[in-house]
């Protein structure tokens, strides 16, 4: 079964860095596209990046732009999301989600990692 | 920037029909999905392309298009559908963007 596993939420101070991690499995990982979506406390969704199949395309939300790098190791069946320049509101939990079709369709999410950026 | 807006609640009755809307400019060119969020739980997908249901989504959850909106409808609403409804629009240049989410309460 497909199973979506995040890590590497933590407290950061703002201005600080953080890596998430995901830990993709029971799928061909190297097929989809993969997104990053975030959820602040008590708030709404908010996509904040997508990544394609191979890693050649890649689209972050006005928010990041600049500041998050989404990656992806197909070899390790991993996407990756680089954080830096964290600021409080950058405070959510976040999901990585799988495209089904490349088109904005998010059929499976993990559970979620915390950051939490506060001084 | 593109935006989606969604009624922050909506109530009904066990039993009955319950339908949260999402209104954009121009939402009827781009392809809505919908998603179901319960209270400390991940988002799952209930309707993409605007009326398709993915395998194990029950047939009382339907949706519709109709110029800028689109509806999703739960027919023979049941206390375990009472979650937070988010609809989500992408096209290549509005990108992926999500509604602000509807409470939907089973009174």
């Known amino acids: 079964q497909v199973q979506l596993v995040e890590s590497g939420g933590a407290l950061v101070r703002p201005g600080g860095s953080l890596r998430l991690s995901c830990a993709a499995s029971?799928?061909?990982?190297?097929?989809?596209?993969m997104s990053w979506i975030r959820q602040a406390p008590g708030k709404g969704l908010e996509w904040v990046s997508y990544i394609s199949e191979s890693g050649s395309s890649r689209h972050y939300a006005d928010s990041v732009k600049g500041r998050f790098t989404i990656s992806r190791d197909n070899a390790k069946n991993s996407l990756y999301l680089q954080m830096d320049s964290l600021r409080a509101d950058d405070t959510a939990v976040y999901y990585c989600?799988?495209?089904?079709?490349?088109?904005?369709?998010?059929?499976?999410w993990g559970q979620g990692t915390l950051v939490t950026v506060s001084s | 920037s593109y935006d989606l807006t969604q009624p922050p609640s909506v109530s009904v009755s066990p039993g009955q029909t319950a339908s949260i809307t999402c209104s954009g400019v121009k939402l009827g060119d781009k392809y809505a999905s919908w998603y179901q969020q319960k209270p400390g739980q991940s988002p799952v997908l209930v309707i993409y392309?605007?009326?398709k249901r993915p395998s194990g989504i029950p047939e009382r959850f339907s949706g519709s298009t109709s110029g800028n909106t689109a509806t999703l409808t739960i027919s023979g609403t049941q206390a375990m559908d009472e979650a937070d409804y988010y609809c989500q629009a992408w096209d290549s240049s509005t990108v992926v963007v999500f509604g602000g989410g509807t409470k939907l309460t089973v009174l």
């Open positions: 989600a799988r495209d089904l079709a490349a088109a904005g369709i998010f059929d499976y």
């Open positions: 392309q605007d009326k």
């Open positions: 029971g799928f061909t990982f190297s097929d989809y596209y």
